[in-house]
């Protein structure tokens, strides 16, 4: 079974450029959420897709969009890039219908923004 | 404004004792509770969880307690062990699941 897996490890762009981070989910499941972790935070929700839908989301401009594939794979798109934007984004993948719905991260990727 | 607060950034414990760590949350519409513990350059791990139905809930050396009328909720390891220093989650969800929200973490030492 593999498990979660994000690409690229690290990223440095500029003010104002966009970004694409991606992320495999684990074998199976069909949800997946992303998470932005400033330095000394805890993750902080950006949206979920379940089944190629937007199905929540948090308080974060439109600038962040994402994408589900139908096998589950998943990307998160930031335009006109802040230096605020400058984190670690992980994301998250799990199943439902289920009965915890604890979800399995993958490792992030580290964006800095300069 | 933040709904799941951790109010001690780090916790020291030695081996074998009891570590607690501490979860509040405001939002009486939370119904699921989690705890996730983070190693250095590794994406969070879920560790245990916990429905508002109940009140405790028990994992081989982990477990963790709801007290839903203070909007609580505590992890207990027991013994502690040095493998168990890394940082700490706690998140929460309301019943729907489709969003998560996560305390600012706890850093665990545990000293041999």
């Known amino acids: 079974e593999t498990g979660v897996t994000q690409s690229p490890t690290h990223l440095i762009k500029t003010r104002g450029q966009q970004v694409t981070l991606r992320c495999s989910s684990q074998s199976g499941h069909n949800t997946v959420s992303w998470y932005q972790q400033a330095l000394g935070q805890g993750p902080q929700f950006i949206f979920q897709y379940y089944r190629e839908e937007e199905n929540g989301r948090g308080n974060f401009p439109p600038r962040f969009s994402g994408l589900q594939f139908p096998n589950y794979s998943s990307e998160l798109n930031v335009n006109a890039l802040e230096l605020d934007d400058s984190a670690l984004y992980l994301c998250a993948s799990s199943f439902r219908p289920g009965g915890s719905y604890e979800q399995y991260f993958g490792p992030g990727t580290r964006l800095t923004v300069t | 404004d933040q709904q799941v607060k951790q109010n001690s950034p780090s916790l020291s414990v030695q081996e074998g004792r009891i570590s607690i760590l501490n979860c509040d949350y405001t939002n009486s519409m939370f119904d699921y509770f989690l705890w996730y513990k983070k190693y250095p350059a590794e994406g969070p791990t879920f560790l245990i969880s916990?429905?508002?139905?109940?009140d405790k809930n028990e994992d081989g050396r982990f477990t963790v307690f709801l007290n839903k009328s203070a909007k609580h909720l505590s992890l207990h390891i027991v013994p502690s062990q040095p493998g168990d220093s890394a940082v700490y989650f706690c998140a929460a969800s309301e019943r729907n699941f489709n969003k998560f929200y996560f305390g600012s973490g706890t850093k665990l030492n545990v000293k041999p």
């Open positions: 916990i429905s508002s139905i109940k």
